[in-house]
């Protein structure tokens, strides 16, 4: 499982979550965690449409690695697959965050 933070409307509660995918998608995920990345995902004030980031915080400041908005339902494990796969293509050419 990919961990995620969730915040919850309407007041940005926090709550822990995640999406089962694939091993190798898993395993991507697990290695940019290792590096210092984090994902986080909430709801849209649309109530039908989540925006997710995977982001790091590096010399205390947090960067946005990758980030998509789509709609919750059938297509979201595929967004969380190339949210991961675009956070791994940007953090290849980073080193690990302190």
């Known amino acids: 499982m990919i961990p995620f933070t969730q915040f919850l409307m309407p007041d940005g509660r926090k709550r822990g979550g995640g999406f089962d995918r694939s091993p ?5 995920a697990m290695k940019l965690i290792d590096a210092g990345a984090r ?6 004030g649309d109530g039908e449409s989540v925006h997710m980031s995977c982001e790091i915080t590096r010399k205390g400041e947090d960067e946005v690695l ?23 293509k940007v ?8």
């Open 24 to 28: 190798e998608i898993e395993a991507i």
């Open 39 to 44: 994902f986080e995902i909430e709801m849209l």
């Open 66 to 88: 990758a980030n998509a908005i789509c709609i919750n339902g059938p297509a979201l494990p595929e967004a969380v697959d190339k949210l991961v796969r675009d956070a791994e």
């Open 91 to 98: 953090m290849a050419g980073c080193s690990k965050a302190t």
